[in-house]
């Protein structure tokens, strides 16, 4: 059933029947657990795992035992043990090494079997069954026995509310990649084969969300490719690729840059702007698209997001503003007014930075200070709790310095605490002796000692430590990253069809109708309401996608002819065509004949106890000898 129907062409199916619904999943899950801890006893790190004794005693034996063609579900149940299996590496310390290997291993063959999948299915069929792997929605008690269920009155509740609807709230294993931090499995070449389809739109899907603030579920769509050529011109759908949100994000963010800019320009203490009023409106579209992409999938994966924290902090700044601001045009005082204005001007130094990580999301840098951010954040949290002692025995001396002198405010022992801190002026330390004449300066001397010099230096350290891990493995972060854009850019909820700040209307015009209409009529108001909007977009799309999306040729070119034929003439002349040795390259790039493969074939009998290798145990049972022999044949012949 993956593969009927392989071209969508943009038409979808009013809930079509779910082609996974007879998996054993939770047979699966709990058949990878018993095996995974029968094979691992000692800790290991990933680099061991690879070894290539680990790797023919463990790792080849599993993935021949788990590999099903007919069984695309056993990727998401190894990821689903490795989720576990980092959960008790948290909660059993007696266990934690061990359980943490274990979490490596199922990553390490659940990338083995999804190459495997990639090996065994070229083209484009290949590519969709690969697509079902990672994004089609799995349940972990599915077909589960019915004692299961019985026997747990919550889990029978939760499977009756969701035999209701036949999709549910279910997962995917990109999704458990992204929430388990599986790097080395999401920058495999089989992942980010399917990963870039789904970001440019060649692959087409229906994600479930958490969440929908408006739900339009009257059609869902499988698992499809998508050919724009057989799909209308005002596809409303494709204003929910990642790549066209990506992109559209990015104009939004630059209409709102705008409109900030020219509100702090044009700002007027006593009266309202037009610029100002384009930015309460619009800044709350910007805000409310950002709340729903929280929704949509989560706080956990919108938080791996590379700008998530800075779009929280605006989203911050902007409800402070708007909070002061008609608090101030409520009681007609121009002084709330300008702190409304000066609280928004806070904004700046967040706004421009948000615009260089939305263009360079690939950048090391941004990489790298996103993740340090974190670890900046959690010490200086645990640092001020601490500290925080020092300041109430400061202050509580100083309460007894005599009647003739007043106590020292809180306020300015703070000050001088943090100078220190930071180490910027030693005001503290000189008026150390005005808390106490022996206890002060020990406070004070001691703060110095743990805040100035040993926070810092932890602070150092840690910092140049995630960096170091970052920049050791930049392809996997990046690749990672990748992924999350990926995945949080595929949307269900119909408010993303919305740009702001229609998104407003649409929630206030759309959603009260939602319990007044059908879901099929409510569909109709919807889709209408979106091509209407959107027409100028979807019509670029459309003709962009008919020439470009798949590149559709009567006679497809070889690599090779391709690479030729995008060269310059300056290319040709300089390092090109006339290259001295180009030969060494055409001899790899012509393909091989038949009779020749077939030869070779026939003289090279030696190795095919190589080749009978990756078709042991399952694959033998399941491949009829042909498709074995077609195997073997493709395998051998993959330099053409």
């Given at each position: 059933?993956?593969?009927?129907?392989?071209?969508a062409?943009?038409?979808?199916y009013?809930?079509?029947a779910?082609?996974?619904?007879?998996?054993p999943?939770?047979?699966?899950?709990?058949?990878?657990?018993?095996?995974i801890?029968?094979?691992?006893?000692?800790?290991?790190?990933l680099?061991?795992?690879?070894s290539?004794r680990?790797?023919v005693?463990?790792i080849?034996?599993?993935?021949?035992?788990?590999?099903?063609p007919k069984?695309?579900?056993?990727?998401?149940?190894?990821l689903?043990?490795?989720?576990r299996?980092?959960?008790?590496?948290?909660?059993?310390?007696?266990?934690?090494?061990?359980?943490?290997?274990?979490?490596?291993?199922?990553?390490?063959?659940?990338?083995?079997?999804?190459r495997r999948?990639?090996e065994?299915?070229?083209?484009?069929?290949?590519?969709?069954?690969?697509?079902?792997?990672l994004?089609?929605?799995?349940?972990?008690?599915?077909?589960?026995?019915?004692?299961?269920?019985?026997?747990?009155r919550h889990?029978?509740?939760r499977?009756l509310e969701?035999?209701?609807?036949?999709r549910?709230?279910t997962?995917n294993?990109?999704?458990?990649?992204?929430?388990?931090?599986a790097?080395h499995?999401?920058?495999?070449?089989?992942?980010q084969?399917?990963?870039e389809?789904?970001?440019?739109?060649?692959?087409?899907?229906?994600?479930?969300?958490l969440?929908d603030?408006?739900?339009?579920?009257?059609?869902?769509?499988?698992v499809?490719?998508?050919?724009?050529r057989?799909?209308?011109?005002?596809?409303?759908?494709?204003?929910?690729?990642p790549?066209?949100?990506?992109?559209?994000?990015?104009a939004?963010?630059?209409?709102?840059?705008t409109?900030?800019?020219?509100?702090m320009?044009?700002?007027?203490?006593?009266?309202?702007?037009?610029?100002?009023?384009?930015?309460?409106?619009?800044?709350?579209?910007?805000?409310?698209?950002g709340?729903?992409?929280?929704?949509?999938?989560?706080?956990?994966?919108y938080s791996?997001?590379?700008?998530?924290?800075?779009?929280?902090?605006?989203?911050i700044?902007?409800?402070?503003?708007?909070?002061?601001?008609?608090?101030?045009?409520?009681l007609?005082?121009?002084?709330?007014?300008?702190?409304?204005?000066?609280?928004?001007?806070?904004?700046?130094?967040?706004?421009?930075?948000?615009?260089?990580f939305?263009?360079?999301?690939?950048?090391?840098?941004f990489i790298?200070?996103?993740?340090?951010?974190?670890?900046?954040?959690?010490?200086t949290?645990?640092?001020?709790?601490?500290?925080?002692?020092?300041?109430?025995?400061?202050?509580?001396?100083?309460?007894?310095?005599?009647?003739?002198?007043d106590p020292?405010?809180?306020?300015?022992?703070s000050?001088?605490?943090?100078?220190i801190?930071?180490?910027?002026?030693?005001t503290?330390?000189?008026?150390?002796?005005d808390?106490?004449?022996?206890?002060?300066?020990?406070?004070?001397?001691?703060?110095?000692?743990?805040?100035?010099?040993?926070?810092?230096?932890?602070?150092?350290?840690?910092?140049?430590n995630?960096?170091g891990?970052?920049?050791?493995?930049?392809?996997?972060?990046?690749?990672?990253?990748r992924?999350?854009?990926?995945?949080?850019?595929?949307?269900?909820d119909?408010?993303?069809?919305?740009?702001?700040?229609?998104?407003?209307?649409?929630v206030v015009?759309?959603?009260p109708?939602?319990?007044i209409l059908?879901p099929r009529?409510f569909?109709?108001?919807?889709?209408?309401?979106v091509?209407?909007?959107n027409a100028?977009?979807?019509?670029?799309?459309?003709?962009?996608?008919?020439?470009?999306?798949?590149?559709?040729?009567?006679t497809?070119?070889?690599?090779s002819?391709?690479k030729?034929?995008?060269e310059?003439?300056?290319t040709?002349?300089?390092?090109?065509s006339?290259?001295?040795?180009?030969?060494?390259?055409?001899?790899f790039?012509v393909?091989?004949?038949?009779c020749?493969?077939?030869e070779?074939?026939?003289?090279?009998?030696?190795?095919?106890?190589?080749f009978?290798?990756?078709?042991?145990?399952?694959?033998?049972?399941?491949?009829s000898?042909?498709k074995?022999?077609?195997?073997?044949?493709?395998?051998?012949?993959?330099?053409?």
């Amino acid at each position: 059933p993956m593969q009927d129907g392989a071209i969508a062409g943009g038409l979808a199916y009013v809930n079509p029947a779910n082609p996974h619904a007879g998996l054993p999943v939770y047979k699966t899950i709990h058949r990878i657990r018993r095996l995974i801890i029968a094979s691992i006893d000692d800790p290991y790190s990933l680099e061991q795992l690879m070894s290539p004794r680990i790797n023919v005693n463990i790792i080849r034996p599993l993935v021949d035992r788990l590999y099903d063609p007919k069984d695309i579900s056993v990727v998401y149940c190894l990821l689903v043990n490795r989720a576990r299996f980092m959960k008790d590496q948290v909660f059993l310390a007696h266990h934690q090494t061990v359980n943490m290997t274990r979490a490596s291993l199922c990553e390490l063959l659940a990338t083995r079997v999804l190459r495997r999948f990639n090996e065994d299915n070229p083209g484009r069929n290949g590519l969709l069954v690969m697509a079902n792997i990672l994004v089609s929605g799995f349940e972990p008690f599915q077909n589960c026995p019915d004692d299961v269920l019985i026997s747990n009155r919550h889990l029978l509740n939760r499977y009756l509310e969701r035999s209701k609807d036949s999709r549910g709230k279910t997962t995917n294993a990109l999704e458990l990649a992204i929430l388990s931090e599986a790097k080395h499995f999401v920058s495999a070449t089989a992942c980010q084969r399917v990963i870039e389809s789904i970001y440019h739109g060649r692959v087409v899907y229906t994600p479930n969300s958490l969440f929908d603030i408006i739900p339009d579920h009257y059609k869902h769509k499988n698992v499809s490719l998508y050919d724009p050529r057989k799909a209308p011109m005002l596809n409303h759908y494709r204003l929910i690729v990642p790549r066209t949100r990506s992109i559209l994000e990015c104009a939004q963010f630059l209409l709102l840059l705008t409109i900030y800019i020219f509100t702090m320009i044009s700002r007027n203490r006593g009266q309202i702007t037009t610029w100002e009023i384009l930015w309460i409106v619009y800044g709350f579209g910007w805000v409310l698209d950002g709340f729903s992409s929280m929704c949509e999938h989560g706080w956990h994966v919108y938080s791996q997001n590379l700008w998530s924290f800075l779009d929280v902090t605006v989203s911050i700044i902007y409800f402070v503003y708007v909070i002061v601001r008609f608090h101030g045009w409520a009681l007609n005082d121009d002084g709330i007014g300008i702190q409304a204005l000066d609280v928004l001007a806070c904004a700046a130094p967040i706004m421009l930075p948000r615009l260089a990580f939305n263009l360079m999301p690939e950048s090391m840098l941004f990489i790298s200070l996103r993740a340090m951010m974190k670890d900046f954040l959690v010490l200086t949290g645990v640092a001020i709790w601490c500290f925080g002692g020092f300041l109430l025995g400061m202050a509580w001396l100083s309460r007894w310095r005599g009647a003739e002198e007043d106590p020292i405010p809180p306020i300015l022992i703070s000050k001088w605490m943090l100078w220190i801190w930071f180490g910027l002026d030693g005001t503290g330390i000189t008026h150390s002796t005005d808390f106490h004449l022996i206890l002060g300066p020990i406070l004070m001397i001691s703060f110095t000692f743990l805040g100035n010099t040993l926070f810092l230096t932890i602070l150092v350290s840690m910092l140049t430590n995630t960096f170091g891990k970052i920049a050791a493995d930049a392809n996997a972060e990046i690749q990672f990253r990748r992924a999350v854009i990926t995945f949080e850019g595929a949307k269900s909820d119909a408010i993303f069809a919305y740009m702001p700040p229609f998104n407003i209307a649409a929630v206030v015009l759309l959603l009260p109708f939602r319990f007044i209409l059908t879901p099929r009529w409510f569909h109709k108001i919807h889709v209408t309401a979106v091509r209407v909007l959107n027409a100028p977009i979807l019509i670029l799309i459309s003709i962009y996608e008919r020439k470009r999306l798949w590149q559709h040729r009567k006679t497809p070119l070889h690599a090779s002819q391709l690479k030729r034929r995008n060269e310059s003439i300056l290319t040709a002349l300089f390092g090109g065509s006339f290259q001295q040795h180009r030969d060494l390259q055409d001899v790899f790039d012509v393909d091989v004949p038949e009779c020749l493969i077939q030869e070779l074939e026939d003289e090279d009998t030696l190795d095919e106890g190589v080749f009978d290798v990756g078709f042991q145990n399952t694959r033998e049972r399941s491949l009829s000898p042909g498709k074995i022999e077609e195997l073997r044949r493709r395998r051998f012949s993959a330099i053409s």
